[in-house]
């Protein structure tokens, strides 16, 4: 899909924040592609749709999840986590969007998963570093994505996963099963 079309069919979804986000989380995502010599078209549709169902309303998201037979235990976890999947799912239904690598790097954008593939890492961290994020720990991870993008993705993730106990909140599964599978393959 052209990327004019692609936008368009977003920015009807979002806010104007959401949306100026979304666009650095495509300029990201296609830097980050060229350099880990991922498919730029695939990584661009991926970044432009990754946030498409993040304002739709939770008891539409939560009806998604149950009748398509997602992970049912997502429910009683962050709702934060619900866009993701349902996004995935919305953006095949809605655009056309039909790609697997694509959908599942929407899909896993907010949770992770194991064995992420280049594609998704590009999206996760691309969501995370993009110029409009401004956190604590962001420019460590910004310089990392640089040099090592498995390196990248531990550091993000641990900050993720720390912010979350701090403030008491769960920590979904695959948010360790991503965590645990990149330290792993950092120490062999
Ligand atoms: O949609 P965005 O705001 O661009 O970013 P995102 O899709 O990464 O969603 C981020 C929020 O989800 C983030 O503030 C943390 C929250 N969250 C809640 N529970 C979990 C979680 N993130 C992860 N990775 N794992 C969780 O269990
Ligand atoms: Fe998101
Ligand atoms: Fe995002």
């Given at each position: 899909m052209e990327r004019d079309v692609a936008l368009k069919l977003?920015?009807?979804?979002?806010?104007?924040?959401?949306?100026?986000?979304?666009?650095?989380?495509?300029?990201?995502?296609?830097?980050?592609?060229?350099?880990?010599?991922v498919d730029e078209l695939k990584a661009e549709t991926a970044a432009i749709?990754?946030?498409?169902?993040?304002?739709?309303?939770?008891?539409?998201?939560?009806?998604?999840?149950?009748a398509q037979g997602f992970p049912g235990d997502l429910l009683s976890f962050n709702s934060e986590l619900w866009h993701a999947?349902?996004?995935?799912?919305?953006?095949?239904?809605?655009?056309?969007?039909?790609?697997?690598?694509?959908?599942?790097?929407?899909?896993y954008h907010t949770?992770?998963?194991?064995?992420?593939?280049?594609?998704?890492?590009?999206?996760?961290?691309?969501?995370?570093?993009?110029?409009?994020?401004?956190?604590?720990g962001v420019d460590e991870v910004r310089m990392l994505a640089k040099e090592n993008l498995d390196q990248a993705l531990i550091k993000a993730v641990q900050n993720?996963?720390?912010?979350?106990?701090?403030?008491?909140?769960?920590?979904?599964?695959?948010t360790f099963y991503m965590y645990n599978d990149l330290i792993k393959k950092l120490e062999a």
């Open positions: 977003v920015k009807v979804q979002l806010t104007e924040h959401r949306y100026q986000h979304t666009l650095g989380v495509m300029e990201t995502a296609i830097t980050l592609a060229k350099l880990y010599g749709f990754h946030d498409y169902a993040k304002f739709r309303p939770k008891d539409e998201m939560k009806e998604i999840i149950t999947p349902v996004g995935a799912y919305l953006v095949e239904k809605e655009a056309g969007i039909t790609n697997q690598e694509v959908l599942d790097a929407i899909r949770s992770g998963r194991i064995g992420m593939t280049l594609l998704e890492k590009i999206i996760y961290l691309a969501d995370y570093i993009e110029p409009g994020r401004h956190f604590p993720t996963i720390l912010f979350l106990m701090k403030k008491n909140q769960t920590v979904y599964p695959d």
